[in-house]
T-cell receptor, first 116, second 112 residues
Framework: DTGVSQNPRHKITKRGQNVTFRCDPISEHNRLYWYRQTLGQGPEFLTY????????KSRLLSDRFSAERPKGSFSTLEIQRTEQGDSAMYLCASSFGLAGGVGTQYFGPGTRLLVL | AQTVTQSQPEMSVQEAETVTLSCTYDTSENNYYLFWYKQPPSRQMILVIRQEAYKQQNATENRFSVNFQKAAKSFSLKISDSQLGDTAMYFCAFMNNNDMRFGAGTRLTVKP
């Protein structure tokens, strides 16, 4: 297993367009997280899945953002009607955790989004 | 709400020397986890070290060790025998109930 992968690695789009990012977690990991990281800052939590269930969403995740993990494996993050403020690095992480436990999160390389 | 503060935006250290990066956090929780992650330039985030709050013993991973002071809500990272490859952004993170909060990071430069 090569770790968490994300595609595409870079995306340039025009304001108002929709974009979709994909994350493939480490295969045995049941938990998957999305973060947003702007230049010079630490990652900010967006949302979290346990298997296929989306259990938590940050207030940062506006109505234009939607995330899915249909079969409990890969996940997609879609941004509709992109705005220049959406320009950031979008990071995915996965972990294995049992009930009540916290597994270490392993991060992918990220998708860098630039909205023109 | 939990917050994580890294008060040193940038630090530098000579190769082979020791450096300590500071981190403080604010929480009312008793059970939580703390992490240090490293993000090299243009590369992905890598876990450096992890500490469970219920453990009194400080975590150690080779040249990396932490000084965890639960009462003071402090979690510093010590890097011994610094190497050029340690040059990176270092993020302190707090986690409780799968909600991970990161500090703003410390940019560490190891000088030859």
């Amino acid at each position: 297993d090569t770790g968490v992968s994300q595609n595409p690695r870079h995306k340039i789009t025009k304001r108002g367009q929709n974009v979709t990012f994909r994350c493939d977690p480490i295969s045995e990991h049941n938990r998957l997280y999305w973060y947003r990281q702007t230049l010079g800052q630490g990652p900010e939590f967006l949302t979290y899945f346990q298997n296929e269930a989306q259990l938590e969403k940050s207030r940062l995740l506006s109505d234009r953002f939607s995330a899915e993990r249909p079969k409990g494996s890969f996940s997609t993050l879609e941004i509709q009607r992109t705005e220049q403020g959406d320009s950031a690095m979008y990071l995915c992480a996965s972990s294995f955790g049992l009930a009540g436990g916290v597994g270490t999160q392993y991060f992918g390389p990220g998708t860098r989004l630039l909205v023109l | 709400a939990q917050t994580v503060t890294q008060s040193q935006p940038e630090m530098s250290v000579q190769e082979a020397e020791t450096v300590t990066l500071s981190c403080t956090y604010d929480t009312s929780e008793n059970n939580y986890y703390l992490f240090w992650y490293k993000q090299p330039p243009s590369r992905q985030m890598i876990l450096v070290i992890r500490q469970e709050a219920y453990k009194q013993q400080n975590a150690t991973e080779n040249r990396f060790s932490v000084n965890f002071q639960k009462a003071a809500k402090s979690f510093s990272l010590k890097i011994s025998d610094s190497q050029l490859g340690d040059t990176a952004m270092y993020f302190c993170a707090f986690m409780n109930n799968n909600d991970m909060r990161f500090g703003a990071g410390t940019r560490l430069t190891v000088k030859p």
